[in-house]
Every structure is written in structure tokens, then in C-alpha cells.
């Protein structure tokens, strides 16, 4: 089968600009009217080392470990709804420096809250914190919810996958996810570039897609 690289990877890209962009609009509309988006609805986490660290991810010098409670990973397993309250805790260190706190939380009602411009993401709301706890308000929060929005079959949770596999019963959370090595063993064996012609086919192969967007949060994570 022939998959054709650039539409999605065009797609994906721009994507991340547009969000880029929309943050100097969201901060002009912020400007004329404050009240908008409330970017402080999301608080930092005091207690989210008391739940259960379930995943970690390496990439070359980034390491990270992401925590959630009993009750969201059980939920995901019994196959029920992710409740209203469940908080998701992405730390993320730099050469074993912890230099980001990244924070997802779902809440009834929350919905509507999302900032101008960027998709809904059921009812979570995003946030990004830094190594010190404090809010990092000069995120662009939008970009968050723009690459999550990918995710809606799994309730908006990239990890969704890990959660299901997680042995409640293994404290330790070590089975590491490694996106290192899978990022590296991107194959382009059957893979053709190819111009964008009359026939728009995108990529079918959920994996490779899932690689791409993992390509681009690596981009992400390691740029200044
Ligand atoms: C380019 C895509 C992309 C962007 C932008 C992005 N994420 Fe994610 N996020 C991911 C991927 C992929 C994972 C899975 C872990 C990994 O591979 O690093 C993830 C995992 C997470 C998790 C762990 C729960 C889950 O969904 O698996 C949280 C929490 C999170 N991200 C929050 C954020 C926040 C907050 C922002 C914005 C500051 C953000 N993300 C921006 C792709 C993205």
C-alpha cells in the first residue's frame, strides 16, 4: 500500500503554526476582553506524587513520568467514563532537571472553557507548569489542546494505552515506554513522497500517524 508522507505531515505542521500564531491573537483579544479565558482555572496538582506514576517516557535527554489516580486508571480499565475530577500530572525533566509540569484536568461544565480558537477537548481543561511549581503563563496553552484533539477516541489521553496495560498492582510503574527507540525506528521502507495530486489519500496506518505526532512533541519539548 502507498502511503503518502506530506499531506499529514503538512497538516500536522500546520497545525502547530496556527496554534503557534493564535498566540499573539489570543493575547491581543485577551487584551480587549480579560474575563474570555480564565488561565488560572487549572491549578497545580499538590498531591499528584500520592497517585500512581504509570508510564515514563525517554527521549535522548528528556525523561518523563506521568502520574494519575487509582480511580482514572481503573476507569479506563473498566472500560467507564474518565470522571469528573480526574487529574493527569506530566513531569518532565531535562538532563534529570525537572523543567516542566504539564497538567490535564477534567471537570463537568468545563467544556466551554477552552481558550478562542483551539478545539474542545471534551471537558479537560490544560495546563503547563514550571520546574518550580509555578504557573508558566507564557505558554500557549492552545497548542495543547490542538495536539490532544487527535486523540477523542481515547477521551483525549495520549496515554490511554498505558493506563489499559497498567498493572495496579506494580507500584514501581516501570514499564517504560521508550519512544526513543520507536522514534528512531521510524521505518520509510514502503513509503513514497509524493506531490499532493487529485487523489488526497492521508495516511491510514494509525501507527505512523501516532509517530509523526510523537515526532513533533519531541520538537516541541526540545525547543527553547
Ligand atoms: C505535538 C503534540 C502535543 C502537544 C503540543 C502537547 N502534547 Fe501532551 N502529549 C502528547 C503525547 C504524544 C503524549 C504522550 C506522552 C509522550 O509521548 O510524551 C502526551 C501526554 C500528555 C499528558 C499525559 C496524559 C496523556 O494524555 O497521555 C499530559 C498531562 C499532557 N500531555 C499535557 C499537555 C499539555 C499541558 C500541553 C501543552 C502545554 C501538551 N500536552 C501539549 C502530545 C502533545
Known amino acids: 500500500m502507498k502511503k503518502i508522507l506530506f499531506p499529514s505531515l503538512a497538516l500536522a505542521m500546520s497545525l ?3 496554534a503557534c500564531n493564535s498566540n499573539n491573537d489570543t493575547n491581543e483579544v485577551s487584551q480587549q476582553s480579560p474575563s474570555e ?3 488560572e482555572l487549572v491549578k497545580f496538582p499538590e498531591n499528584y506524587k500520592e497517585g500512581v ?3 515514563t517516557v525517554n527521549r535522548g535527554s528528556m525523561r518523563g513520568e506521568i502520574y494519575t489516580s487509582r480511580e482514572v486508571i481503573e476507569a479506563v480499565q473498566d472500560g467507564q467514563q474518565v470522571p469528573s475530577g480526574a487529574v493527569i500530572t506530566y513531569e518532565i525533566y531535562n538532563d534529570d532537571e525537572l523543567s516542566e509540569i504539564f497538567v490535564m484536568e477534567k471537570r463537568t461544565g468545563w467544556g466551554d ?3 478562542p480558537d483551539t478545539p474542545q477537548n471534551g471537558d479537560w481543561l490544560y495546563q503547563e507548569f514550571n520546574g518550580d511549581r509555578s504557573l508558566d503563563y507564557e505558554e500557549d496553552i492552545g497548542r495543547c489542546f490542538s495536539c490532544h ?5 481515547d477521551d483525549y489521553m495520549q496515554t490511554f494505552d498505558e493506563m489499559q496495560s497498567f498493572d495496579l ?3 514501581t510503574g516501570s514499564k517504560d515506554r521508550n519512544t526513543e527507540s520507536r ?3 521510524i521505518s520509510t521502507e514502503g513509503w513514497e513522497i509524493n506531490a499532493i495530486g487529485d ?3 492521508m495516511i491510514d496506518d494509525e501507527k505512523k500517524g501516532e509517530m509523526i505526532q510523537n515526532t513533533l512533541l519531541a520538537f516541541y519539548l526540545h525547543q527553547d
Open 53 to 55: 506514576l504509570y508510564t
Open 169 to 171: 498492582e506494580d507500584v
Open 113 to 115: 472553557q477552552n481558550p
Open 183 to 185: 522514534l528512531a525506528g
Open 37 to 39: 479565558y480564565d488561565r
Open 199 to 201: 487523489n488526497h489519500e
Open 16 to 18: 502547530t503554526l496556527t
Open 149 to 153: 484533539a487527535n486523540r477523542e477516541r
